[in-house]
């Protein structure tokens, strides 16, 4: 692959349901970070996976948010019991390695009613 | 000290113009100062990046001015075109290469 995917592009889901994105990272690539941007603002750091390392969950909003990565590549990023304040647009980005360019994906776009 | 605060917030400017985009940090551990562009439903793409060992960086049209006394930094768009209406965002990082992220600006050139 070219550069880093994600699906789905869009979402659409009821409140209090669970949601699951996706990210696939670009091969080779040690570090991956998942980021929330709401509308017109800014990226809001969620969460950072090294290599091995113990995650950085420093920026999770809330214990209904988790993610994953498997296998040191792909990973997901689980929502639990939706409000209307996470929609959003959830954004990953993968990198090399420490120091390097962060390379993101197109994003999921997600909308909770 | 983990702000990155970014003026303006939107911009406009005619074709050939010269916008100025605006960051000042307050970490001085922040060694590693990048710009990012995003276009409408994409993600965001590295444009241009100044560590503070210089006070000017330019490739292409784009240029980084650095004031490490100030700790400010700006980007400046030579000549631009419709092309480059986009969201721009500063970020700074210090040795563990954490993004801290402005809010960014929005930048629409008119024809």
């Known amino acids: 692959g070219a550069g880093v995917s994600q699906s789905p592009s869009n979402k659409v889901t009821e409140k209090g349901k669970d949601v699951e994105l996706r990210c696939d990272p670009i091969?080779?690539?040690?570090?991956l970070y998942w980021y929330r941007q709401s509308l017109g603002q800014g990226l809001e750091f969620l969460i950072y996976?090294?290599?091995?390392?113990?995650?950085?969950k420093s920026g999770l909003p809330s214990d209904r948010f988790s993610a994953e990565r498997t296998g040191g590549s792909v990973s997901t990023l689980t929502i639990q019991r939706t409000q209307q304040e996470d929609s959003a647009v959830y954004l990953c980005?993968?990198?090399?390695?420490?120091?390097?360019?962060?390379?993101f994906g197109p994003g999921t776009r997600l909308l909770v009613l | 000290q983990q702000q990155v605060k970014q003026s303006p917030q939107s911009l406009i400017v005619q074709k050939g113009g010269i916008p100025i985009i605006n960051c000042a940090y307050e970490?001085?551990?922040?060694?590693?100062f990048p710009w990012y562009q995003q276009f409408p439903g994409k993600g965001p793409a590295l444009l241009i990046a100044?560590?503070?060992d210089v006070s000017e960086k330019k490739e292409g049209r784009f240029t980084i001015s650095f004031n490490k006394s100030a700790k400010q930094f700006s980007l400046h768009i030579m000549d631009s075109q419709p092309g480059d209406s986009a969201t721009y965002f500063c970020?700074?990082?210090?040795?563990?290469?954490?993004?801290?992220w402005g809010l960014g600006t929005s930048l629409a050139v008119n024809p």
């Open positions: 970490n001085t551990a922040f060694d590693y």
């Open positions: 980005a993968s990198v090399l390695g420490p120091g390097e360019t962060q390379y």
């Open positions: 996976f090294q290599g091995n390392s113990a995650p950085d």
């Open positions: 091969s080779g690539h040690t570090a």
């Open positions: 100044i560590r503070p």
């Open positions: 970020a700074g990082a210090g040795n563990n290469r954490k993004l801290i």
